[in-house]
């Protein structure tokens, strides 16, 4: 896993604020693992980062963090930092990735889902991936609908999905069940 902490201070760190973002919430710290918790510390810092810069509520990255990245367990994310399943277009891998690499996808069309091959952004960190994620957002206009709703997270989500953003047909859904289930709506307010 790429979003590892150094040292036992931040370690420690890492966990308090692991159980305080749980604490009081739908769920609580017992039901993560050591490694879950700690995921969850670090992109739940880089989310709300990314909040603050381009606006994408931090619960709704958190979220896609999560599903995509299979809690930064999945080979993108150990291997090419990408932690949200971003590709490259045309034009490449965009300003911030490195490059690009092909890999295992799954497309879902009006016929079901199926799996198939895309070329993934590489990152050079999991920070960049996260940065890339929100300025992906704040730079297409297909996802200004979302921007709209950026105070209700489940909306956005919502609308992600209208936009484009993911061909799984429950992929809004999937987020949702996710912000409730891990009480991530309290990333959203700022402290």
């Given amino acids: 896993m790429r979003l590892v902490f150094r040292t036992a201070a931040v370690v420690a760190a890492t966990a308090a604020f692991a159980c305080a973002v749980l604490s009081g919430g ?106 890339d994620h929100g300025l992906l957002f704040v730079n297409m206009p297909r996802y200004a609908t979302a921007y709209l709703h950026r105070t209700d997270p489940d909306r956005f989500a919502v609308e992600l999905h209208r936009a484009g953003y993911a061909t799984d047909p429950q992929y809004a859904a999937r987020l949702t069940a996710i912000m409730k289930k891990y009480d991530l709506y309290r990333l959203n307010r700022a402290d």
């Fill in 26 to 131: 739908v769920a609580d710290a017992t039901t993560l693992s050591g490694a879950q918790s700690t995921f969850l510390a670090s992109a739940s810092r880089a989310a709300r980062l990314s909040q603050a810069t381009y606006g994408v509520p931090a619960s709704v990255t958190v979220a896609q963090a999560i599903l995509e990245s299979g809690w930064g367990r999945s080979a993108l994310s150990r291997t090419a930092n990408n932690y949200f399943g971003m590709t490259c277009g045309r034009r490449g891998a965009g300003p911030i990735a490195i490059g690009c690499r092909a890999g295992a996808d799954r497309h879902c069309d009006a016929n079901g889902c199926r799996p198939s091959t895309a070329r993934f952004r590489v990152y050079a960190s999991a920070a960049d991936s996260f940065r």
